[in-house]
T-cell receptor, first 108, second 112 residues
Framework: GIQVEQSPPDLILQEGANSTLRCNFSDSVNNLQWFHQNPWGQLINLFYIPSGTKQNGRLSATTVATERYSLLYISSSQTTDSGVYFC??????????FGTGTKLQVIP | DVKVTQSSRYLVKRTGEKVFLECVQDMDHENMFWYRQDPGLGLRLIYFSYDVKMKEKGDIPEGYSVSREKKERFSLILESASTNQTSMYLCASNDRVGEKLFFGSGTQLSVL
């Protein structure tokens, strides 16, 4: 099955800083999603982005499917951005596979 | 917005007990999923269902079963709970097209 790798595994940011999270996948995907898991465990879907670029407020995501990676940009980070960010990918009609996540801590 | 509701936030059970975890979604989604999340292992798929009374094994189905008698409800059953099933259990759903996945708030299960 598809392999999904995320980097970095851990990230500490000062409030107001920008960051880029990366997701590499081993095959051509037709489904790529980014999630944020808050400190209480709730997983929120941030983006459905199998290709191209999307923006939602301070967050944006870009997937370059031909080069098998996706990036999540966080600008002007806030303490509420803390948590774990997961990407998840799917090939064809196979199951969605999750990466092991990037744990982000934003300090005041 | 899609709402996926899991019946319990925290659950403590004894080894050998039969455990039911319930999940209900309100958006008429065809597909429903059960994952478990463990530190360092990410999310692993236990079972999924693409229609009423249909089920498919995921990556780690051993020790679990599922039931989907109604479209909106997907139950995970631990026939005889063991300590290695202590974990966070997450239910999710999406529509037949299978784009965005929506998660419930999770059930932290402790088996003593």
């Amino acid at each position: 099955g598809i392999q999904v790798e995320q980097s970095p595994p851990d990230l500490i940011l000062q409030e107001g800083a920008n960051s880029t999270l990366r997701c590499n996948f081993s095959d051509s995907v037709n489904n790529l999603q980014w999630f944020h898991q808050n400190p209480w465990g709730q997983l929120i879907n941030l983006f459905y982005i199998p290709s191209g670029t999307k923006q939602n407020g301070r967050l944006s995501a870009t997937t370059v499917a031909t080069e098998r990676y996706s990036l999540l940009y966080i600008s002007s980070s806030q303490t509420t951005d803390s948590g774990v960010y997961f990407c998840a990918a799917r090939v064809g009609y196979q199951k969605v596979t999750f990466g092991t996540g990037t744990k982000l801590q934003v300090i005041p | 917005d899609v709402k996926v509701t899991q019946s319990s936030r925290y659950l403590v059970k004894r080894t050998g007990e039969k455990v039911f975890l319930e999940c209900v979604q309100d958006m008429d989604h065809e597909n429903m999923f059960w994952y478990r999340q463990d530190p360092g292992l990410g999310l692993r798929l236990i079972y999924f269902s693409y229609d009423v009374k249909m089920k498919e094994k995921g990556d780690i189905p051993e020790g679990y079963s599922v039931s989907r008698e109604k479209k909106e409800r997907f139950s995970l059953i631990l026939e005889s709970a063991s300590t290695n099933q202590t974990s966070m259990y997450l239910c999710a759903s999406n529509d037949r097209v299978g784009e965005k996945l929506f998660f419930g708030s999770g059930t932290q299960l402790s088996v003593l």
